[in-house]
């Protein structure tokens, strides 16, 4: 499948992954194949409402090649489009396009990936972890995970699962930046993602990738702080979600 192909695919599930945070399960085109870390095109059918952006948002593919469906997950923000594919029902249809996008693992294993993900920003590095797992990939990965609060983080629980089946190659630090809402308690890490995190999770003399994904200003300011950590720009990949 071609980045011009365009499919009719059906819903098959949603899930809420997270406070604000929907899971949509789409139908598998035959012969649809992408690498894990990249997108598509979804467009609503016909759609009875529309906002400025129009029927078509861009999404990250959550579920790994290897999989029968096409997982995707979005924040439930109110535009049109979001309250369409909302309430949309099982075995409604949308189009989809693609797959597009680089934001894919490194084929040199012998250097570590170090994931930095803001909020809904994780989707891409799911893909990637799941095909990894599922390869079993001789790759250290590390994922740095900034949320507001527990709640707010997507697929938390499958991440700290993949963290304990991996035994030492997958390691995460999940951090959030709020105080934790009634009833909550966060024993992990607090604060924003900053250099002497990141610099404790480099294990040298090993030079790793750097990846990072979330909104605009989150990525701008961590490429900044990477490059005031004298890390070269070849070594950084970055990808943005403005408006999600």
């Not at 949509?24 to 095109?41: H, R």
């Not at 409402?49 to 790994?64: C, L, Q, Y």
């Not at 891409?124 to 390869?135: G, N, Q």
């Amino acid at each position: 499948m071609t980045a011009h192909d365009i499919k009719l695919v059906a819903l098959r599930k949603r899930d809420i992954v997270a406070r604000d945070t929907l899971a949509f399960a789409l139908d598998k085109p035959p012969g649809f194949t992408f690498k894990a870390g990249q997108a598509i095109d979804v467009s609503l059918i016909d759609p009875a409402e529309m906002d400025a952006k129009g029927p078509r948002r861009a999404f990250s593919i959550v579920s790994a090649p290897h999989e029968n469906h096409i997982l995707l997950a979005t924040r439930t923000r109110d535009s049109a489009f979001k309250r369409i594919l909302g309430r949309m029902p099982i075995g409604g249809r949308v189009q989809v396009e693609g797959p597009f996008g680089s934001l894919t693992l490194q084929s040199n294993r012998s250097r570590p990936a170090i994931f930095i993900a803001g909020g809904i920003g994780i989707t891409p590095f799911m893909s990637i972890l799941r095909d990894a797992t599922h390869k079993r990939l001789p790759q250290s990965i590390t994922l740095l995970y900034s949320n507001r609060r527990p709640e707010d983080a997507a697929f938390l629980p499958e991440l700290q699962q993949l963290e304990r089946d991996q035994r030492g190659s997958f390691k995460m630090i999940a951090t959030m930046t709020d105080p934790p809402s009634a009833g909550q308690e966060w024993r992990d890490r607090s604060g924003m993602i900053d250099a002497e995190l990141i610099r404790s999770v480099i294990v040298k003399p090993s030079r790793p990738i750097f990846y990072v994904v979330g909104p605009p200003a989150m990525v701008a300011g961590i490429r900044e702080l990477l490059n005031s950590m004298r890390i070269d720009d070849d070594d950084i990949r970055s990808e943005d979600f403005s408006g999600y």
